[in-house]
Nanobody
Framework: VQVVESGGDLVQPGGSLTLSCAAS?????????MSWFRQAPGKEREAVSCISTYDGSVYYVDSVKGRFTISRDKAKNSVYLQLNSLTPDDTAVYYC??????????????????WGQGTQVTVSS
């Protein structure tokens, strides 16, 4: 199983981005919990958002609620994270994570065994 992120960029404060996470064939994003984490320089990696397959619930860390939206497209076998109203505090490497044993979201990074390489989001004027 592999996941590959894309969509990171340099954006001005208040701007928007859409991050994509494409899963390899044979792994269906609809079947497993799919999460986004991020890690800013000098900080620990934190869970940002997750979508569960078990009950369809979604999770957002408080700092992004109302600004970020997670979604998935079964036809494209991909998960997306829409980032709006970006601030410099959102600057980080964003990672997609999943685990073929996990259907319910977890905010613990050690609960996921499959990670992408990350995509850099930089918010700066």
């Amino acid at each position: 199983v592999q996941v590959v992120e894309s969509g990171g960029d340099l954006v001005q404060p208040g701007g928007s981005l859409t991050l994509s996470c494409a899963a390899s064939s044979g792994f269906t994003v609809d079947y497993y919990a799919m999460s986004w984490f991020r890690q800013a320089p000098g900080k620990e990696r934190e869970a940002v958002s997750c979508i569960s397959t078990y009950d369809g619930s979604v999770y957002y860390v408080d700092s992004v609620k109302g600004r970020f939206t997670i979604s998935r497209d079964k036809a494209k076998n991909s998960v997306y994270l829409q980032l709006n109203s970006l601030t410099p505090d959102d600057t980080a490497v964003y990672y997609c994570a999943t685990d073929a044993r996990r259907y319910i979201c977890s905010g613990r990074d050690d609960d996921y065994d499959t990670w992408g390489q990350g995509t850099q989001v930089t918010v700066s004027s």
